[in-house]
C-alpha cells in the first residue's frame, strides 16, 4: 500500500490476476472492530418463475461438478496437497461453521446454507463414485468397457481381487482423512 488505508481516501490496490498486472482503487470501510479492506460476499435473493428456478439449480449443479472436477485436477497436479482434504468429521464441522456464520442472517439463509453444502457433497460424491477406482462405480464400468471391447467377460474371480484391492486402498484414505480431519480440528 502506498497510501494510508486509514485517511478515509480511496486506495490503490495492485495486484495480478492469470498473468496480467492491475490496479484497482479501494474505499476502505470503517465497522465497530476498525477498517477493513477487501471484498465481501454479499448474499441476496430474488424472485424467479418455476421455469428459471430449474435452470438456476442445473447452473448451481453444474458449477459444483466442475469444481470437484477441478479440485481432483489440483490434488493431481500437487496444487491443493492432501492436507486440505475433508472427510466426514471435516465435513460436519464446517456445516457447523457455515451454520454458526449464516445464523445472524436468519432462519432462511442459513437454510439456503445448507441446501448449497448438500448440493456440493451430491455432486462431489456423484463425481468422485464415477472416478475409475476399483470398488466405486467407475471401476467397474472399466470392467464393463472392457468386457465390451474383448467380447468376452472378465473372470469373476479376478474382477472380485481387484475391487477388493481398490477397497483396502480406499479404507486406508478413510483412515487418513479422518485422522486429518482430527487434526485439522483440534489443532
Not at 466426514?88 to 453444502?117: C, H
Not at 477388493?164 to 482423512?177: D, K, Q, S
Amino acid at each position: 500500500l502506498d497510501a494510508n488505508p486509514l485517511s478515509g481516501e480511496p486506495v490503490s490496490i495492485t495486484y495480478v490476476h492469470e498473468g496480467e498486472e492491475r490496479t484497482v482503487d479501494i474505499l476502505p470501510k470503517l465497522y465497530t472492530s476498525g477498517y477493513q479492506l477487501g471484498w465481501n460476499y454479499n448474499y441476496s435473493t430474488q424472485k424467479v418463475s418455476p421455469l428459471n428456478v430449474i435452470k438456476y439449480s442445473f447452473y448451481e449443479l453444474k458449477f459444483n461438478i466442475v469444481s470437484t472436477i477441478q479440485s481432483i485436477g489440483f490434488l493431481i497436479s500437487g496444487k491443493v496437497g492432501m492436507n486440505e482434504i475433508a472427510g466426514p468429521v471435516g465435513i460436519v464441522n464446517m456445516v457447523g461453521d457455515a451454520v454458526d456464520q449464516s445464523q445472524k442472517y436468519g432462519i432462511r439463509t442459513t437454510l439456503l446454507t445448507l441446501a448449497e453444502f448438500t448440493i456440493l457433497i451430491s455432486a462431489n460424491l456423484g463425481v468422485v463414485n464415477l472416478l475409475p477406482i476399483p470398488a466405486l462405480d467407475g471401476g467397474r464400468l472399466v470392467f464393463v468397457l472392457i468386457e465390451a471391447i474383448r467380447r468376452k467377460p472378465v473372470p469373476k474371480e479376478k474382477e472380485a481381487i481387484v475391487h477388493l484391492v481398490g477397497m483396502a486402498a480406499l479404507m486406508l484414505l478413510m483412515v487418513f482423512v479422518l485422522f486429518n480431519d482430527i487434526k485439522n480440528i483440534f489443532g
